[in-house]
């Protein structure tokens, strides 16, 4: 028993995401990308969602928000910080929320930096975690409304989930992103491998999520701003963590 997740495109690389809690047969979506693709989900599953978690209110997360309300007379949840942006919320979380989903419990991170008031939704008993737009697979979310410092100090409290979380992700970047990190951090031998894989992945169009926390914590430079051999490539020997994070940050934003 634990929680069922399928995973599926939307928009040109959003994830649409239906979990369901085995023991009890709870439905739930998490963000509602793109209304088509989300109803043919629910088809192919059988799986009827009867809550929405929404993680931030930009709106290839939202956009079905109102249309999967009207069909499925679903309970929206979203970060209180941004309820006046998100269509048809009908509960607000935050840091430390607990709700029940089905016999799972689901805690609420608040995740902000990507958007001010972005959450992640960790159901512990089953060890999944949905990160969205603040944590990609070798990536993070850009800075839209949050500095530097926020969204490292947010991808800090994902970090300290177990290794083992099953982290799925908003978008499909993962090709990008790997690329990307092979500029920051060359010579790491996990790194390496994992870009082998990923591209082999990508070339047979199969989605390269979802990931664990500790691969990201061996591969992803946004979360080994502390690595020695990062620093050393950045010239970045003295600096702080932050700082070290920021500057990846930078470079990801024109690379
Ligand atoms: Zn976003
Ligand atoms: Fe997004």
Not at 94 to 111: C, K, N, Q
Not at 117 to 129: C, L, P, Q, T
Not at 210 to 219: A, F, K, R, Y
Request: proline share 6%.
């Amino acid at each position: 028993m634990g929680l069922q997740v399928e995973q599926f495109m939307c928009r040109t690389d959003n994830f649409g995401i239906l979990i369901r809690d085995e023991a009890t047969g709870t439905v739930g979506l998490i963000d509602a990308p793109e209304e088509g693709p989300i109803l043919e989900a629910i088809e192919r599953t059988g799986w009827t969602p009867s809550i929405l978690f929404v993680t931030h209110h930009h709106p290839d997360h939202v956009e079905a928000n109102q249309a999967l309300k009207a069909r499925f007379k679903l309970k929206i949840v979203g970060p209180k910080a941004e309820a006046a942006k998100i269509p048809g919320i009908d509960e607000t979380v935050e840091e430390g929320s607990d709700l029940a989903f089905g016999e799972e419990r689901v805690r609420v991170i608040e995740t902000p930096g990507h958007t001010a008031g972005h959450v992640s939704y960790v159901f512990e008993k089953s060890g999944v975690a949905f990160t969205a737009d603040t944590l990609f697979a070798l990536g993070c979310g850009r800075l839209f409304e949050g500095s530097a410092a926020t969204m490292h100090a947010s991808l800090n409290k994902l970090a300290a989930l177990p290794a083992d979380t099953r982290v799925y992700c908003g978008h499909e970047y993962t090709l990008s992103n790997a690329r990307f990190a092979m500029t920051i951090d060359p010579t790491n031998p996990a790194l390496k491998a994992r870009v082998a894989k990923i591209e082999a992945l990508r070339a047979q169009g199969k989605p390269t999520l979802p990931t664990t926390i500790g691969e990201e914590l061996s591969t992803n430079p946004f979360l080994r701003p502390h690595d020695p051999a990062i620093r050393k490539g950045l010239g970045m020997e003295t600096a702080s963590d932050a700082e070290v994070f920021a500057e990846i940050r930078k470079r990801k934003d024109v690379s």
